[in-house]
């Protein structure tokens, strides 16, 4: 076991910033004698201290794990892949879905989308992700009102909905030939016959809606979206992620 890689990092940055080894050591809060003991012992040192460390220097802290890397102790590379930040992107609040029952589905003009920082989903970082506000309380159990939803469009990621997926299901009113909305979770029985699921503690949800058959004679349907849909109804995103807001919690 050596430390001789990692040393000669913190010798060519001490020098760099012209700061002595038990200064620096101090200045990061992991003792006095920190540096001059890993020259004393030749050990590896915990990556929380070295954190400490670059954090005090100024420093990115790969410059201490990427030699930590190099060493012969190799159990120090799974540490450093916690460290390293988790990649992001930015995707857009889009508008509103109802997690009651059918409502307008109504996107906003592009000028009113709102950015929106998340995670990179690895899943489906090849696809357009958008995100929206969930409205209501039918699916409070899962997704409160107000909480944001991240969905992918299923012709997209180019499978059917499965039984217990979260979806968003669009339908057009014949009568008055606009798109209705719900979010719901869907359940395929063996007969093919498609249930929208509720998940809620208010009383008024607790019952499914039922969708017409979906079948592969649907497969050529007008409106846009995957094989799941006919004529006047599509099952048309996944939700793949939320993100909650939290609020004053019931203690009874």
Known sequence: MTNKILLNQIDKILKEKKISARKASIDAGVGEDFIRNLRRYNNMPKTDKLLKLAN?????VNFFLDALEKSPQKKIQTTKDHLLP??????????????????????????????LTVPIDHRY?????????????????????GTVIIAVNFSEIGRNPEDGDCVITIRRDALTDCYEATLKIIQIKDDGSVLLW?????????????LPTINSKYQESKMEGDSASTPDLVIQSL?????NIVGKMNIK
């Open 86 to 115: 988790i990649p992001i992107t930015t995707i857009y609040i889009r508008g509103e879905v109802q997690a009651g029952q059918w409502n307008s589905a109504i996107e906003w003009p592009q000028s009113d989308w709102i950015p």
């Open 198 to 210: 509720p998940k809620s503690d208010n009383p008024n949800f607790v019952k499914p809606i039922v």
């Open 56 to 60: 005090s220097l100024n420093i990115d």
């Open 239 to 243: 939700v793949i992620g939320s993100y």
């Open 125 to 145: 970082q090849k696809f357009t992700t958008f995100a929206l506000t969930v409205k209501g309380d039918s699916m409070n159990l899962l997704y409160p009102e």
